[in-house]
């Protein structure tokens, strides 16, 4: 009895990834990651300006005025 172990043929033909493409990958990752940590702290420092000064009374005021109708 003799058995073939032989490599497999298609071995040769192993798809590896470049590593161009996972570095292209990791580069939009971190811009996206970027973009949303700017557009977070925006929102939060617009927010905070907001409440921290006399527009979130005048808001209120303006809703009250257009819902009795002045």
Do not use: C
């Amino acid at each position: 009895m003799q058995s073939n172990l032989s490599p497999p043929r298609t071995a040769s033909r192993l798809v590896i990834r470049k590593p161009q493409l996972q570095h292209g990958v990791l580069v939009v990752h971190g811009a996206i990651a970027l973009v949303v940590i700017v557009l977070v702290t925006l929102t939060l420092a617009t927010m905070e300006s907001f409440l921290a000064g006399d527009q979130s009374l005048s808001a209120r005021h303006a809703v009250d005025m257009t819902l009795r109708g002045d």
